[in-house]
């Protein structure tokens, strides 16, 4: 197996130095050697998918190489419950922070002490669209820290004082978002974007207002939704047979309850456009967000438009801070949800003059094609950005849940690059004028910015309350 595996990878670094070495110049050498790579490596290669007890099970069996990250492990046990799940904000992140907090077979000092011995690491993360719970660790350790994962998921504690704890530390990381002036914005954004009625509105991490009132119901309630047969897959990147995956399946997870799976919800938001949220926080330099709607990963569209704001970004670097120092933070982004945005921010002593130049280089790529020289090198370095992403088995087994948990199957995720690939300045221009458009936007500042000139929107509109004066009781 090494030897072949050595015979490849010269036979592959033989044909990109050779084409490299005929080529004019350096960028050009760079240019090939993305396109070789790409041609040559395949992440789903000899991946395979199968179920256990009813789970689906998708394993990547890694090579035994001879190197010191030959017996890593990375398993992901991923719920397709997000925040449609509850109707309080912050339940799923209290309910992940307190599930690791001991089970009835561990406590958490155990759990503390087992994780310590074997150098492994054990995460349970919520965002909107999932939670999953995340283990690294070396292949000889598994047999004893996978009881630890199946009880965590079963049968956690939840004891009372953990979540009383684990309350206050979310209370407090709460509370630190009042301090400062981008988590301020964020949480701004967060709710003018959001109405009320969306899922996407009650945030994993929750609101000041809501987290106290969260009680052991709740989580028990989140929990017994989140984790049953019909709602769980598991991905498994590392040097491990089918047999052994199905023993390890069957063996840790046969007891988990059956139960209905989590709705799929893509539902963009309805969101006030007409103005901007403002609130006012004592700070030198003034902070703007500017949040609209976006393609999901599934979309057709979906390449073209992370391109389009990749390529704007790159603008925004040049025109607002390299030409003219206007600010040391501006971006351009696409997010990555089921009911997914993009942003633009910038943080400016000229918030008008930054704004506004902004501005003009978006409607420049609405009314303006990107030339082909631009477009083939933004490309290549979305391909290398994406291959380094890959570069660890956890980011690995992170690629194929997302797919998986989108719908869009763990098979496709290879499929980005050649969907990259395809890309042309028509459509960048396409999804640029479909979906710049129609923004929130939000303001931090010592006092209120009228940029309704720029926008198209009214002008500053009244603080939005962000914390109401008396938490709601337990």
Not at 253 to 262: A, I, N, T, V
């Amino acid at each position: 197996m090494r030897n072949s595996w050595m015979k490849k990878f010269r036979k592959t670094f033989i044909f990109i130095f050779s084409v490299g070495i005929s080529m004019t110049g350096a960028g050009e050498l760079f240019v090939n050697a993305n396109m070789a790579i790409a041609q040559e490596v395949k992440l789903t290669q000899g991946m395979q998918s199968f179920k256990v007890e009813g789970m689906p099970v998708i394993l990547r069996d890694t090579p035994a190489f001879a190197d010191i990250s030959s017996e890593i492990v990375s398993l992901s046990l991923i719920s397709y419950a997000g925040a449609q799940t509850t109707t309080k904000a912050g339940v799923l992140e209290l309910l992940s922070n307190v599930m690791v907090r001991g089970t009835y077979s561990y406590s958490k000092d155990k759990i503390d002490q087992i994780l310590n011995r074997t150098g492994a690491s054990l995460s349970v993360r919520a965002d909107f669209d999932e939670i999953s719970v995340n283990l690294k660790c070396l292949k000889r350790f598994l047999p004893e820290l996978m009881p630890i994962v199946s009880e965590i998921v079963r049968v956690p504690k939840l004891e009372q004082k953990e979540i009383d704890l684990s309350k206050e530390q979310q209370i407090l990381e709460l509370k630190s978002e009042q301090d400062h002036p981008d988590s301020l914005l964020a949480m701004l954004i967060h709710k003018a974007y959001y109405p009320v009625t969306h899922p996407y509105y009650q945030r994993p991490s929750g609101f000041l207002d809501t987290v106290p009132g969260i009680t052991k119901d709740d989580l028990t309630s989140a929990l017994f939704k989140a984790f049953n047969k019909n709602n769980v897959f598991f991905v498994m990147v590392g040097p491990i047979s089918r047999i052994e995956s199905e023993e390890m399946v069957m063996k840790n997870f046969k007891g988990l309850q059956k139960g209905e799976r989590s709705a799929d919800f893509r539902q963009q938001p309805e969101n006030e456009t007409a103005q901007v949220a403002f609130q006012k926080f004592d700070t030198p330099t003034d902070y703007f967000l500017a949040r609209f709607k976006a393609p999901s990963l599934e979309s057709s569209e979906y390449p073209a438009f992370a391109i389009g704001l990749q390529i704007l970004d790159n603008r925004f670097f040049e025109e607002v801070r390299t030409k003219r120092a206007l600010s040391y933070a501006v971006s351009a982004s696409i997010g990555n949800s089921k009911v997914n945005s993009g942003v633009m921010y910038v943080t400016s002593p000229k918030l008008t003059e930054a704004v506004r130049i902004m501005f003009d280089e978006m409607k420049k790529l609405q009314t303006e094609k990107v030339d082909e020289k631009t477009l083939k090198h933004q490309v290549n370095k979305a391909l290398s950005s994406w291959y380094a992403a890959r570069e660890t088995r956890s980011s690995q087994a992170r690629i194929f849940a997302l797919y998986e948990n989108y719908g869009i199957g763990w098979e496709s995720a290879d499929t980005y690059i050649s969907r990259l690939e395809k890309v042309t300045p028509e459509q960048i221009q396409a999804v640029m004028k479909n979906y710049m458009k129609d923004m929130t936007f939000a303001v931090v500042a010592a006092k209120e910015v009228d940029l309704s000139s720029i926008l198209g929107t009214k002008p500053p509109a009244p603080a939005v309350e962000l914390v109401k004066e008396k938490p709601a009781s337990k």
